[in-house]
């Protein structure tokens, strides 16, 4: 998978722990980061893709990540 598109993101200019806060308030700190992102879509698509499950990526928490995966699973069997 391409991965070009995070240089363009705006994590690019931000220290990587940002991303993978121990806390809630950090992640919400990280999700700020990722509203109006260039890359947003790809870059979340990529964490699912490849299945990471640290950290927050396109704007969204492990969870959130773990949530879009089981409604795709869900909407595919259907």
């Known amino acids: ?11 690019a200019t931000q220290p990587p722990d940002t991303f993978f806060p121990s806390d809630g308030v950090g ?9 109006g992102c260039p890359v947003q879509e790809p870059c979340l698509e990529y ?6 499950d640290h950290g927050v990526w396109g704007g969204c928490s492990e ?6 995966l089981r409604a795709r699973r869900l909407a595919t069997a259907a």
């Open 63 to 68: 969870r959130q990540r773990r949530r879009i």
């Open 1 to 11: 998978m391409d991965t070009n598109w995070m240089a363009r993101g705006n994590c």
């Open 47 to 52: 964490a699912l893709r490849q299945r990471i």
């Open 27 to 35: 992640v919400e700190i990280a999700k700020r980061i990722c509203e």
